[in-house]
C-alpha cells in the first residue's frame, strides 16, 4: 500500500511536535473580553442557561458575546462558513497535470489544454458519455413512496474500495476517530472524539492531528479531559488550537459545550443524537459520526463535503446541502454501508477525486464509464511558422 507523502511527513511532525506555545492569529480586545466568560472564576458562579453562544457570525474574529446555548440551533460550522465565503475568493477548478495525455508533435508546436466531458469509443468507433443515473422515486399501488437506487451504484462503490485499497489518504492515519488516546478511559476516548470532530470542521485532517495532539499533551496531566477543559483559560485553549480554522469561535463552543456536559449530561457526551445536535456548533454531520466512532451506534450518514460533493458529482441525487444528500442517501443506500461510507469517500476525495484537479486520467470509474462528470484534458496543437 503507497503512503501519501502529506501521511508521511505529518506522521513525523507530530511524533516531534514541541510543548512551547506557538503565537496565536490576532485577536480583537473585545473577543478576548468574550472569552473571559469561560474562566475557571466565571464557570463556577455562572449557570449553563446564561451561556450565550451566536451563531449568527462564524467570521474568523468574532466579537460577539454568546448568545444562548440551551436554544442552539444545531449546524455545523463548516456548512455555514460556506454561505460566507466570498465568491470571488473560490478557486477555479483545474485539471492537474498528472491527468493530461502527452502526444507527439512536430518541433514548433503549442498545446492547450481543455477541460471536457470524458468521452470514450465503443467498438464502433463513436464517442459515448456516461450517462446520468439517479435514484428514482415511485409510489406504489396502496401510496407508500418507494426509492430504487442508482442502477449502477453497486458497481461505482465496488470500483471506490478497490481504489482506496492501493493509497493511504490522511484520514485512514489522522482521521477523527483515530485521534483518541488508547491509554485513557472509555469516557475520555467519547469526550476526545467529539473534541476532534468540533475541531475538524474546515480544517486538514493534518492540521487537526497536530491540534489533538497540542491538547492531549499541552494540558496537565491526564491531558485532554473534560475537566481540564472546564478549567483552561480560554485564552490559553485558543492558543492550544490556534492552526484550526474558525480557532475563535470553536473555543467559545468548545467551552460552552464542556459546561453542558458537566450540567446536563452527568460529565459524559450524549448517547442520541438529539443530544449531540444540542452541543454547540454540532450538526447532524458531527453528530451521527460522533455517535458511531463514539458509542458504536450507526443511527444516520455523516455527509461532510466530500461525500456531498462526489454523490452529486456520480449523479445519485442532486442535492445542495450535505444534509439534503444525507436524507437521499439514508433513502436507498444499505443500511451496513452507512458507518463506512463517510470514510471511504473522505479518502477517495484527498487523494483521487479532490475537489480541484481531478484525477480522472488515474481513476477506474473513468475508464469503466461508470463517472458521468469525468473529465479528461486534451491537448490541441496550434502549429506555428518557423523563423
Same mark, same amino acid.
Not at 149 to 160: E, G, K, L, R, S
Not at 227 to 244: C, G, M, R, T
Not at 315 to 332: D, V, Y
Given at each position: 500500500?503507497?503512503?501519501?507523502?502529506?501521511?508521511? #511527513?505529518?506522521? %513525523?511532525?507530530?511524533?516531534?511536535?514541541?510543548?512551547?506555545?506557538?503565537?496565536?492569529?490576532?485577536?480583537?480586545?473585545?473577543?478576548? /473580553?468574550?472569552?473571559?466568560?469561560?474562566?475557571?472564576?466565571?464557570?463556577?458562579?455562572?449557570?449553563?442557561?446564561?451561556?450565550?453562544?451566536?451563531?449568527?457570525?462564524?467570521?474568523?474574529?468574532?466579537?460577539?458575546?454568546?448568545?444562548?446555548?440551551?436554544?442552539?440551533?444545531?449546524?455545523?460550522?463548516?456548512?455555514?462558513?460556506?454561505?460566507?465565503?466570498?465568491?470571488?475568493?473560490?478557486?477555479?477548478?483545474?485539471?492537474?497535470?498528472?491527468?493530461?495525455?502527452?502526444?507527439?508533435? =512536430?518541433?514548433?508546436?503549442?498545446?492547450?489544454?481543455?477541460?471536457?466531458?470524458?468521452?470514450?469509443?465503443?467498438?464502433?468507433?463513436?464517442?459515448?458519455?456516461?450517462?446520468?443515473?439517479?435514484?428514482?422515486?415511485?409510489?406504489?399501488?396502496?401510496?407508500?413512496?418507494?426509492?430504487?437506487?442508482?442502477?449502477?451504484?453497486?458497481?461505482?462503490?465496488?470500483?471506490?474500495?478497490?481504489?482506496?485499497?492501493?493509497?493511504?489518504? =490522511?484520514?485512514?492515519?489522522?482521521?477523527?476517530?483515530?485521534?483518541?488516546?488508547?491509554?485513557?478511559?472509555?469516557?475520555?476516548?467519547?469526550?476526545?472524539?467529539?473534541?476532534?470532530?468540533?475541531?475538524?470542521?474546515?480544517? %486538514?485532517?493534518?492540521?487537526?492531528?497536530?491540534?489533538?495532539?497540542?491538547?492531549?499533551? #499541552?494540558?496537565?496531566?491526564?491531558?485532554?479531559?473534560?475537566?481540564?477543559?472546564?478549567?483552561?483559560? *480560554?485564552?490559553?485553549?485558543?492558543?492550544?488550537?490556534?492552526?484550526?480554522?474558525?480557532?475563535?469561535?470553536?473555543? %467559545?463552543?468548545?467551552?460552552?459545550?464542556?459546561?453542558?456536559?458537566?450540567?446536563?449530561?452527568?460529565?459524559?457526551? *450524549?448517547?442520541?443524537?438529539?443530544?449531540? /445536535?444540542?452541543?454547540?456548533?454540532?450538526?447532524?454531520?458531527?453528530?451521527?459520526?460522533?455517535?458511531?466512532?463514539?458509542?458504536?451506534?450507526?443511527?444516520?450518514?455523516?455527509?461532510?463535503?466530500?461525500?456531498?460533493?462526489?454523490?452529486?458529482?456520480?449523479?445519485?441525487?442532486?442535492?445542495?446541502? *450535505?444534509?439534503?444528500?444525507?436524507?437521499?442517501?439514508?433513502?436507498?443506500?444499505?443500511?451496513?454501508?452507512?458507518?463506512?461510507?463517510?470514510?471511504?469517500?473522505?479518502?477517495?476525495?484527498?487523494?483521487?477525486?479532490?475537489?480541484?484537479?481531478?484525477?480522472?486520467?488515474?481513476?477506474?470509474?473513468?475508464?469503466?464509464?461508470?463517472? *458521468?462528470?469525468?473529465?479528461?484534458?486534451?491537448? %490541441?496543437?496550434?502549429?506555428?511558422?518557423?523563423?
Amino acid at each position: 500500500m503507497k503512503t501519501s507523502r502529506i501521511a508521511k #511527513e505529518t506522521a %513525523k511532525i507530530v511524533d516531534k511536535v514541541p510543548h512551547t506555545e506557538a503565537i496565536g492569529r490576532r485577536q480583537t480586545r473585545s473577543f478576548a /473580553t468574550s472569552l473571559q466568560a469561560f474562566s475557571a472564576d466565571a464557570t463556577t458562579t455562572r449557570q449553563t442557561r446564561d451561556l450565550t453562544v451566536k451563531q449568527e457570525d462564524d467570521s474568523e474574529d468574532s466579537d460577539s458575546p454568546l448568545s444562548s446555548a440551551t436554544s442552539f440551533v444545531a449546524f455545523d460550522i463548516e456548512d455555514f462558513a460556506k454561505s460566507i465565503t466570498s465568491p470571488s475568493l473560490k478557486r477555479k477548478r483545474q485539471v492537474g497535470s498528472h491527468s493530461l495525455t502527452s502526444i507527439s508533435t =512536430p518541433p514548433i508546436t503549442q498545446s492547450l489544454p481543455q477541460n471536457e466531458a470524458l468521452e470514450i469509443k465503443d467498438s464502433d468507433g463513436k464517442f459515448t458519455k456516461a450517462r446520468r443515473q439517479l435514484a428514482k422515486k415511485t409510489t406504489n399501488e396502496v401510496g407508500k413512496v418507494e426509492i430504487y437506487p442508482p442502477a449502477d451504484w453497486a458497481q461505482i462503490y465496488d470500483a471506490v474500495k478497490e481504489m482506496r485499497k492501493t493509497v493511504l489518504a =490522511p484520514v485512514d492515519t489522522m482521521g477523527c476517530e483515530r485521534l483518541a488516546e488508547e491509554h485513557v478511559s472509555e469516557k475520555d476516548k467519547r469526550f476526545q472524539t467529539l473534541i476532534a470532530l468540533m475541531l475538524s470542521s474546515q480544517t %486538514k485532517d493534518t492540521t487537526n492531528a497536530l491540534a489533538m495532539r497540542r491538547l492531549q499533551t #499541552e494540558l496537565p496531566p491526564p491531558g485532554l479531559t473534560l475537566e481540564n477543559i472546564l478549567a483552561v483559560d *480560554p485564552v490559553q485553549l485558543n492558543k492550544l488550537i490556534y492552526a484550526v480554522g474558525f480557532h475563535n469561535n470553536k473555543t %467559545k463552543y468548545i467551552k460552552a459545550a464542556a459546561l453542558i456536559l458537566r450540567d446536563q449530561f452527568g460529565g459524559d457526551i *450524549p448517547d442520541t443524537i438529539e443530544g449531540l /445536535t444540542s452541543l454547540p456548533g454540532v450538526g447532524p454531520k458531527m453528530g451521527y459520526l460522533c455517535l458511531s466512532a463514539a458509542w458504536g451506534r450507526t443511527e444516520g450518514i455523516g455527509v461532510d463535503v466530500h461525500v456531498h460533493r462526489i454523490t452529486n458529482l456520480w449523479k445519485w441525487h442532486k442535492t445542495k446541502t *450535505p444534509e439534503e444528500t444525507r436524507k437521499a442517501l439514508q433513502g436507498w443506500l444499505p443500511r451496513d454501508k452507512w458507518h463506512e461510507i463517510n470514510h471511504l469517500l473522505v479518502g477517495f476525495g484527498q487523494t483521487i477525486c479532490t475537489p480541484v484537479g481531478r484525477d480522472c486520467g488515474n481513476c477506474t470509474l473513468s475508464s469503466k464509464r461508470l463517472c *458521468p462528470s469525468a473529465v479528461v484534458a486534451r491537448k %490541441k496543437q496550434v502549429v506555428g511558422k518557423s523563423g
